[in-house]
C-alpha cells in the first residue's frame, strides 16, 4: 500500500504563530499591503469549522491549517462522498472525524505525533515504533539530522548520537536529510529498528547558484551557461589568489598569471576578446559589491604601456580576495547572464560569496595551513659553446682579434670581448683570462647562470576561522597570514587580512547581513620586468657570465653603485677593469640595494538588509565599500660619495600616496507568487549606483639626496616636486526583471537596465540594456529513455555595454606656469591623446544556446554552449599618425563578431565504495573577428616591433590579432633571394600575415581519484594554436643567445668549410679536412639557399656564420622577424595534490572534527609546449593585446609543499 | 519598536533612490576634468609653444637625437665605433617627429619635462580659435598667430632638413577640425617654399604692424622670448629667411640670390640678428635669439654626453680644426681631463682628442687620456641657452652670400672676420653662463681673437672653393654642441667640414645615412605614407643636398 500525498500550499510549519501584519510605507512610492490571515486561538487541538458542501480534501486540508494534525490516507481509496456540511466549535478531532467519515465506508486512526490515518473500513493499520540511527559514510553520527514520514512534514530530527524515535504505520517510508548528504528514502516494512548510512551529495550538483546582484536562483532555470567553482577547488592546492585556482575548470574561462609570483597580476579572459583597448578584466562582485580590480593605472590595468612607463609587475585587485573565505563563486559569461551589471559587464562577471557560519555545528575553529617552496621552473635553451664576440670582421674592427680576444696589453695576454652583446667569440674553454672585475677568472660556460639570477622563494599562509550560528545571528570570522617571498631577487611580501560575514536576525521578517574585510599589504621591491636583460644591447649577459662575479660587484663594499672602469675616481680599489655591458649590474643594484615598499590598507564592507515585507515581497538593500589606501616609499642609494656630486646629487626618496574608494548600493523588491504553483512568476524592481574616486599624489626629491642614505623629502638636492591626479566617475541604473515558470520544468527570465554614466558626453550617456533566457528541462516535461536522467536546453540573449574610463572622451588643455626668466608666463598645452564630443558607449548583444544533460544515473554529463556576440561602437584609443595632431584618438572603431563553442564533459568511470574516480573536461573555442571599422580606418596597428616591421592589427572581416612581418625577399616563384653579400633580406614593400595571437581552444582536464581516505586531484591545462609575438626572441637570435643559433657555427653543427682567397672571397673547400691554399681555413660557413637577387641564379656564396646571425635577424626594420614570431601551444600539469583525510574517530582524539593533511604541487611542469626559450605565460598585463606580446619579463615558478585542515 | 526602525530604514533607501534619479547634474560635473581647461586662449597656446625641449638644450633630446644621432653624422660629437653605430634609432627618431606634429611639454617638472611643443597641433589650435573670435578682437591676437607662425615655419624647414617631404599642409587635422586625415606629404621644395614665402610675409607683416595696447602689452607678457620685440622678430625673421635661402640655394640659386640680396641691400625693411657689428664684445644676451632654461631648471647635460662617450673631445674638431691653430676657444670648450694612476688622479698633460677611426676597444680603453667636452660651458651648466638663432650664424650666411654671389652691402671677409669674433665671443657667453665655474677661463682678448685670425688655415685667404671651405668649417665649429641638428644640415648641403667617415663593418649600416627614415607609426597610420615609401630609405637625399 502507497500513500498519496496531497499537494498542499504554502509550507508553513506548524506550531508558528502567523503574525499579523499591516505594513504601510510611503514615500514617493506607497506600498500599502494588507496581510490577514486567520486569527487562531492558542490550542491547536480543537477545531472550529462551519462548512456547507464542501470536498473531503478540501476539508481536511482546513483541519491541518487549524490544527496540529496531519492526514495521511490510501492512495486508491479517497473518500468519494462527494461533498461536507459541518458545523461544529472547539470540538475534538474524534468528534470532527466521526463527523466527516460518517457512512463513507472509511474510518481512521489516530498515531503518536498528531498523525491521522485514513483507511477503507476493515483495513487495519499497523503501527510500530522505529529505534533509529542516521550514520555518515564513514560510520560517524549526524547530529540534527532529518527524518520525516514520506507524504507529510511529520518527522523528528536525530539527537547528539544520531538517533531518532518514531511512530509511524508499518508500511510508510521515511525521508532522510541532512545537509551535504544525499537525502535517502527508507522503507518500513515493519521493522522497528534501522540504522540508516547517508551518502555526501554529489558535488555536481548544484541546485542554487548565485547570479547577478546576489541573487540566488535554482540552477535548473538558469537559461544561460555559468560555471560554479567550489571552496574545495579553490583550495585544495593552497593557491595564494582564488583566480590562479580556476586554471582549466572553467569552460571558456582562460586564466594567465603574470609572471613574479604572488605579487603579481592574474588575468581572467571570458570568452575572448570583447574589447579592443582597456582592461578586458571581468567585473569582480564580493557578496554583492563590485570590487575594485585594477590597481593604481585605472582603465588599462597594470603594464598596459610596457618597460619604460612602469618596470616592476603589478598586481590586481583581486588578489586581496583571501581564497580560504571563499564559500564559492560563479563565473557568468554571456551577456545574458551579466545584462543586469550593464556597462561593467562587457567581460563577463565573476560573483563570489564568502563563507558565514555553519549551520549544527555549534561553535566551529578552522585552521588551515599551506605552505609551500618556489622555484625558478625552467630556463631558455641557451647555447653553452661560445663566448662573447661578432664576426671576424667586425672583432677586428672593434679591437680585438678575429677569433674575438681582446689583447691587454703588449705581452700576448688576451681577455673576453666582455663588451660584445653578440655570443660568436671564441670557444669556451675553460683558461684562465683576466676578469672585468679585475681578478683572473676561467673562461668557462656558465649554463645555469639564468636560474642563478633567481632565489629560492616561499609561500605560506596561516588561516584561522572562528563560526558558529543560532537563531538569531551567525557568523565567521577569520584571519589569514601569508608570507612570501618571490624568485626574482629582493621580492617579497606580507599579507593579514581580516574577514567578518554575519546575519543578524532583527526580527523572523528582517535580516541584516554584514560584511566586512581589511586587508593589509607590503609588497617590498615588486618583481622587476626584465626587459632590459633581454631586449637591450647594454643587457644579455654572455654564456661566460659567472653570477657569481656579478652578485659581488653590483655594488661596492661601501655600499655604493657598481664603478665603471672609466670612472675610476669614484673608488679606485673596486672599479671594474674593463668596460661591460652595465644593464645586468644595473638590474641587481634596482632590486637588492634600492627598496621599494608599497603598503596597502583595504577595506571592504557591505551592510544588506532583507525585509519580508509580505507574502511573497521582500526588499532588499545593499550598502557596501571598497576603500584602498596605498603608500609607497621609493628609496633609491646614493650612487657614488657625496664628494663627487658637481651639480646633482645621486639616490632619490619618492612617496606615492593612492587613496581609491567605491561607494555600492543597490535596492531591489521583488514579489514571488507560489513557485510551486503550474504558472510562477516573479517580479523585481531595483535601484543601483556605484561612484569611484581616485586620487594619487606623488613627491618625490629632485637632483638626488644632499645627506647619503637619508632618505626624508627634507633630503632634496633641489627643491622637491609633487604632482597629483584625481578622477571620479558614477554610475547609477533602474533595473526590472521578470522570471516565469511553467511546471517547474520551463523558465523563463527577462531583465532591463537603464544605465546613465558620468564617463561619456552628457548627450550619450544613458543607455538601456536588456535581456531574456529561457531554460527548458525536457526529461520532466515527456517521458524519456531511462538512461537519461537529466537534460535541460537554455537560450539567452542579452545586451551589455562598456564605458570608458573618466576623461577619455574629454578634450581639453594642460594649464601650468613657466617660471622664465622674466617672471611667470602661464602657458596652455594640446593634449596627444585626443578626446571625442561623440564618444558612444560600446554596445555587445550576444545569443547563447544551450543544452545540458545527465546520464546513467549522473554517472556521465556534458554540457554544450555555443554563443555569438557582437560588440558595436568598439571603443579604442586609436594610434594616429602624429600628423594629425595627436598620438590617439578615443574612437568608435567598429564592429566585432566572436563565435564560440563550449563543451564541458564530466564522468565518474569508477564508483566504488572504497574507490571513486571522477573526472572533468572542457574544450573552449572562440574566433573574434572585426565585422567593420570606421570611416577612414582602414587598419589598426594595436602593437609594433622594430618600427612596425612585425605588428598586430586588425582589420576588415578578419580575425582579429592577426600578426603581420616583412617577409623575406622572394622571386615570382617562390625562391628566397639572396643579396650581393650572400644574405637573406626583408621585401619591406608588403607585409605577409604570420600567426595570430589568440589561441584556438583553451580549457582543462581535472581528475579526482580516491581510494579510502586518500584523494589525489590532478590538473591539467593546455592552449593551442595562436602565437606570441617576442621581440626579445629575435634579439636573442641576433645575439648568438639559443641553442638554435649554432646551426652553421661549426662542423659538428653544419658549419661549411672555405677559405678567403686573395681577393677577399670565400671559397669552399672539398671537405673539412683539406688543406687550405691561402690563409686559414674555416668550418662556419653557410651558403643560404636561394636564388641571387642580381641573376635569379643558384646562391653560392659563403658567408660567416656569425655574420648570418647578426645580419639577417638584425635588431631593426631589417631584421627578418620570423624569430619573434613563434606557435603558443602547451599542456600543462598545473596542480597536483594528494590528501589524506584522518578518520572521524581518530581526529575525533584529537579532539577535532576533521582533518585533512595534503602535499601540493603547482605548475608543476609542461607535458607539452612550442615555446622553448621562454615561458608560455611570459606575457604581463592585463589586456587580451597584451597578452600577446612577450616583452622580457621574469621568470617563470614552480611550488611544491603541503597543507593543513583542521577544523574542531 | 523594531517594525518603525524598519521603516525608517527603508524609507531612506527609497530617499536615496529619488535623489539619485535626479543627480542628472552630478553626471555633467563628474563628465570634465577637473584639473584641466576646456576653454583654450591662443596667447597661452603661444607661450607654450616656445616652450619647446627640442629648443633648450636638455638631456633628452641631446642624449637620443642630437649627440647619439645627427653629432655623430657630422662628428659634431665623438662615438664609439660599434657595429650598429650608424643606425637609426626608430624610437629616438619617432619622438622627433611627434614632437613637431604634437605636443609633449604638459609636465611641470621643469627637470623632467617632456622634449618637444608640438608647434603644429598648437598652431593649428590657434587657427581654430583665432577663426571663431569676433572681428573686433582679432587685432588683439594678430600678434601671437604671426609670431606663432615664425616658429611653426622654422620648426618646419627643421624638420625638412631630417625627413624631406613631410605632412605640413594638411598636418593637424584633430586640432583644427576635430577630424582624422591622413595628411599628405607634401614635396619638401614645396614646404621650402611655403616656409620661404611666408617668412617674408611674415617680415613684411612685423616690419608695418603697430599693436594696439592690449596687443603690446599682453605681447610683451607671454613673449618670453623676445620680450614683445617687433624689431627682434623681425631681424629674426630675416636671419631666418637668411639660412633657409641658403641651406637651398645650390637648387634655386636664383631665388637665393634674389632674395638675399634683397635683404642685404635693405637693412632698414630687413634688420638681421647681427650683433649690430660689434665682433669681440658684442653682447649675446642682448641681440642674439635666445630662449632661457626655466629658473627652476637645474638639471644639466652630463648624462646626455656620458652615457653615450659623446662627453669624449671629437676628434677632426679639436686635433683637426682648433689645436693646430691654438684656437682660443679651447679651454672653453674642453677639460683635459685625466687617468688615475695608481689611486691618484692625474691630470692629461695637453688638449688632445683621441682618434675616432680608432677601433671601438681602443676607443674604451683610452678615453680617459683624452680632452672632454667642458665641465663648465656644457655639462654641468644649468643655464645653457637654447639657440634659435645667433650673429655668428647670420654674420657666416653673409659672408658665404657675398663670397658666392659678389653682392651689395658688404664684403665676405668682413663678415667673416666678424663672425668668427663673435663665434668665439659667443663661446665665452656660453662659459659664462655656469654660476659654477669649475676653472678659471678669461674671456680671449682681442690680441688672441686677432693672432688666431692671422693663422693661414683660419685667414680669410686662399680660393674662392678654400674661403668658402673656411666659412662652412668655422660655421660648423659655431654651432657648438647643442644644434648638431644645423650642423648636420649644412655638413650635407656643403660637405664640410672635411671629416673622415669610419666605417661600420656593418652591411647594412655602412656609413651614416643622409636622411632620417619615417617613423613607424607614421607608414602603419597615415595611408599617404606609400606615395612616399619608395624614397623612403636611409641614402636618399634631401633636396638641398646636391653638391
Redo the contacts between chains.
Sequence with gaps: MSFYVRPRGVKIPYGLLRPLLI?Q?T???ILFLNLHVVANVLSSKTITLNLRSVEFKEVLSIIEHQSDYRFMFSNRNIPNKSKVDINVKDAQINTVMDMILDNSGYTYQELANNLIVIVPMGERITTVKITGKVLDQTGEALIGASVKIKGTSDGVATDENGGFTLSVPDDAILVVSYVGFKTQEVPVNGKTALTITLQPADKMINEFVVTALGIKREEKALGYAVSTITSEQINAAGNTNFASALYGKAAGVKITTAPGGATSAVNIQIRGVNSLNYSTQPLYVVDGVQIRNNNESGGAGGNSTGYWDDPRIRGNGILDINPTDIENLTVLKGASATALYGSDAASGVVVITTKKGQKGRGLGVDVNYSTSRETIANAPQYQNVYGPG??R??N?????NEEGW?PVGSDGTVRP?F?AYGQFGPKMNGEMVPWWDGSMHPYSPQPNNYKQMFQKGYNSNLNVSLSNMNEKANYRFSYTRSDYKGIQIGTKQGKNTFNLNSTIK??SK?SLDVVGGYVNTQVTNRARLMNRLFSS?DGFFSRAEDMAVVFDKYKTSKGYKWVP??N??LN??E?LA??IRPELLNFLWYQLRNTNVENQDRLLSSIT?N?DLAKGLK?R?RVGNDFTSINTEDMSYNEYPIAFN???STGSYGVTKNRYAIVY?D?LATYANDQTKVFGYSFSGG?Q?RQESFTDQVSST??GLVTANWFSLNNS???Q?T????????K?A?LGIANFSYRNYLFLEGTARQE???????NS?SYFYPSVNSSFIFTDAFAMPKWLSYGKFRASYGMVGNAPP??E????????P?????GS????????A?G??NLKSEKKTEMEFGLETKMLQNRIGVDISVYNSKVKDLLMR??????????T?I?NVGELSSQGLEIAFNANPLKRPKTNWSTRLNFAFNNSKVVSLAD?V??I?FK?G???SV?IVAEKGQTIGNIYMYPYATDDKGNRLVNS?G?YYVDK?RYEKVGNILPKVVGGWSNTFSYKALTLDITIDYRFGGEIMSMPQKYGTNAGMFKSTLKYRDEANGGLPYYVNEQGVATKLASHNSVSPYGKAYHDGVILPGKKESDGSDNDVIVEAA?YY??VF?????GYNGNAVIKNSYIKFREAVLSYNLSRGTAQKLHMQNVRLSLIGRNLFYLYRTLKNIDPEAPVGQSWLNQGVDEGSTGATRSIGFSLNASF | M??K???L???C??????T??G??K????????????????IE??F??ML?NNRVRPTYWDLRTLQFNQMGKYCQMTAFL????TY??N?DYIQNR??D?????????????AGSG??P???Y??MQRLFKALPIDERPNMEVFMMAGRVILLDQTAQMVDMFGD??YSE??????T?T????KFDPQAEVYDTVLTQLKEMADWFAATTLNTVATSAFA??D?VN?GSLSKWRRYINSLRLRYLMRQSYVYEDRAKTEIQEILSNPLQYPLVDGDGVGDTYSPYNTDVLI?Q???Y???L?NAFTEIKAHAAPDYMLNTVMLPVNDPRIPLMFDKFG??IN?V?TPNATYRAMSQQ????????S??YFSTID?TTY??N?HLPGIMMTAAETNFLKAEAFERWGLSGGTAAASYNLAVRQAIAFAYYLHSTNT?QYEAVTQPSTADVDAFLAKSAVAYSGTSDEKLGKIWTQKWLAYGFTQCGQAWAEYRRTKYPKITIWQ?????YPTPPTRF?Y?????????SYSAV?ANDTRTTKIFWDVK
Design positions: 505594513l510605507l514615500l514617493g512610492f661578432y664576426d670582421a667586425s677586428v674592427a672593434l679591437g680585438a681582446v670581448f663588451r532583527l526580527h528582517v644591447f672602469y672609466d675610476t675616481q679606485p680599489d672599479a674593463f668596460q538588509l525585509v526588499l538593500t658637481t651639480t646633482n548600493t535596492l535601484f549606483s629632485s637632483g638636492y633641489n627643491a616636486t604632482s597629483e591626479a584625481r578622477s571620479k566617475s558614477l547609477y533602474f546613465y554614466t558620468s564617463t561619456l558626453p552628457v550617456n573618466p576623461y572622451a574629454n578634450i581639453l588643455y594642460t594649464q601650468k613657466l617660471s622664465t626668466t622674466t608666463v602661464p602657458v596652455l598645452t594640446a593634449q596627444n585626443y571625442n564630443a586609436l594610434s594616429t599618425a602624429a600628423s594629425n595632431g595627436a598620438l584618438r574612437t577612414g582602414n587598419q596597428v609594433g622594430d618600427a612596425n605588428q653579400s644574405f614593400s655574420n647578426l645580419t638584425d635588431a631593426s626594420s631589417n | 523594531i517594525m526602525k524598519i521603516l530604514h527603508i524609507s533607501v527609497f530617499t536615496l533612490a529619488i539619485m534619479s543627480c542628472k552630478q553626471l555633467e560635473e563628474y563628465y570634465t576634468n577637473p584639473d584641466k581647461t576646456t576653454n583654450p586662449t597661452k597656446l607661450s607654450s616652450d665605433n660599434e657595429l650598429t643606425s637609426q626608430d617627429w611627434n613637431f606634429y604634437t605636443p609633449n611639454n604638459q609636465g611641470n617638472n621643469a627637470n623632467d611643443s608640438g603644429m597641433a598648437q593649428r589650435t613631410i605632412p598636418a593637424g587635422s584633430l586640432d583644427a576635430a582624422i586625415s591622413s595628411p607678457n607671454q618670453y620680450h632661457f626655466l629658473t627652476n637645474t638639471n644639466n652630463d687617468v688615475s689611486k688622479f680608432w677601433t671601438q676597444v681602443m676607443q674604451s680603453d678615453i680617459s665641465s655639462r654641468f644649468s659654477t661600420s663593418t656593418s652591411s647594412i627614415t617613423p613607424a607609426s607614421e607608414k602603419a597610420y597615415n595611408t615609401q
